[in-house]
Nanobody, 123 residues
Framework: VQLQASGGGLVQAGGSLRLSCIVS????????MGWFRQAPGKEREFVGA????????TYAAAVKGRFVISRDEAWNMGFLQMNSLKVEDTAVYYC?????????????????WGQGTQVTVSS
């Protein structure tokens, strides 16, 4: 399975952006699609995830209430809708796949990674 994120860009603070992640070469059944981000000089940070089969979601506290994760009905694409963007949301965003065993996978359990997409929020 391969994942590819897209949709990044430059947006003003307070604006919105939607990232997409295409799933190809297989399915994410029994997996979760997670979103991560990494800002310059900082460690990679978990943003949120969706259980691909069940549809349940989880979010990091920093984005809860502003970001929404979803997937399309064909289960071929995942989305990260980002609203009320802040300058501190600036980062390279990645989508990743990790196995669902007893709940959402821990960050280190994600074993499928796509290329990132740059999101820049200006003040």
């Amino acid at each position: 399975v391969q994942l590819q994120a897209s949709g990044g860009g430059l947006v003003q603070a307070g604006g919105s952006l939607r990232l997409s992640c295409i799933v190809s070469g297989g399915t994410l059944n029994d997996y979760a699609m997670g979103w991560f981000r990494q800002a310059p000089g900082k460690e990679r940070e978990f943003v949120g995830a969706i259980d691909w089969r069940g549809g349940s979601k989880t979010y990091a506290a920093a984005v809860k209430g502003r970001f929404v994760i979803s997937r399309d009905e064909a289960w071929n694409m995942g989305f990260l809708q980002m609203n009320s963007l802040k300058v501190e949301d600036t980062a390279v965003y990645y989508c990743a796949g990790g196995p669902v065993r007893f709940g959402f996978p821990r960050a280190y359990e994600y074993d499928i990674w796509g290329q990132g997409t740059q999101v820049t929020v200006s003040s």
